[in-house]
């Protein structure tokens, strides 16, 4: 990430993701987590069951990655949303970048509902289909 950026590696794209959407070009492709995250999720704070809830999503991060419930791939925003049951059901958005020097990383964290959750799941069947 850029100059004077505190950050840290949270996981790797799965082989499992890159084959299902076909996204080659990020093989071996790092996650990076820094501490600009905290401002991206500070409107997402108060959406969380518990300031518990919350701390724990946070301290999830890599295991949401490695072992995500779902992940949905955004193509319009080139991000992946990985989803999973932690205290409550989250959503971990991972922004996608292939600029030379930018990074892959984790973009925002928020709580949402199980009905959400299937509605994404069911959209990435509908565009296989096509």
């Not at 959406?47 to 724990?56: A, K, L």
Request: with cysteine; aromatic share 12%.
């Amino acid at each position: 990430m850029g100059k004077g950026k505190i950050t840290k590696d949270v996981g790797v794209i799965s082989n499992e993701i890159i084959e299902k959407y076909n996204l080659y070009e990020y093989k071996n492709t790092k996650i990076i987590q820094s501490l600009d995250l905290y401002q991206h999720i500070q409107k997402h704070i108060c959406e969380f069951e518990s300031i518990d809830s919350y701390s724990h999503t946070i301290s999830s991060i890599p295991e949401i990655i490695a072992n995500p419930l779902f992940v949905y791939y955004d193509n319009n925003r080139k991000s992946l949303l990985y989803f999973k049951k932690i205290d409550e059901n989250v959503c971990v958005v991972v922004k996608l970048n292939l600029r030379k020097n930018k990074d892959t990383y984790i973009s925002t964290i928020y709580p949402l509902s199980e009905a959400k959750i299937q509605r994404f799941i069911e959209q990435s069947y509908i565009k296989k289909d096509n």
